[in-house]
């Protein structure tokens, strides 16, 4: 089955830096856009970034410039690289992949505290 595992969070000071990993099986992890989300205490789940099956990517403008996203797929990984972080970053974020039929897949989280 679809298992996506996210692992690095941590708590950090303001202007530092995380680097997040998501480790994926259960799939052709290669044929896949796979993505990073987060949600904040009391807000919505957000889109963060995205990498594509050739390695395009997207990102959210709030991140765009200090977040990058990157994969191995000899690895079956996808990672997020967050750089300058600041305590609005501050959330848990959560890998994931689109099933065929538009079935989500999540992970269970990874903690990610920005201290001002």
């Known amino acids: 089955q679809v298992q996506l595992v996210e692992s690095g969070g941590g708590l950090v000071q303001a202007g530092g830096s995380l680097t997040l990993s998501c480790a994926a099986s259960?799939?052709?992890?290669?044929?896949?856009?796979m993505r990073w989300y987060r949600q904040a205490p009391g807000k919505q789940r957000e889109f963060v970034a995205l990498?594509?099956?050739?390695?395009?990517?997207d990102y959210a403008a709030s991140v765009q410039g200090r977040f990058t996203i990157s994969r191995d797929n000899a690895k079956n990984r996808v990672y997020l690289q967050m750089n300058s972080l600041k305590p609005e970053d501050t959330a848990v974020y959560y890998c994931?992949?689109?099933?065929?039929?538009?079935?989500?897949?999540w992970g269970q989280g990874t903690q990610v505290t920005v201290s001002s």
């Open positions: 259960g799939f052709f992890f290669s044929l896949n856009t």
């Open positions: 994931n992949r689109v099933g065929p039929t538009g079935e989500a897949y």
């Open positions: 990498i594509g099956s050739s390695k395009s990517t």
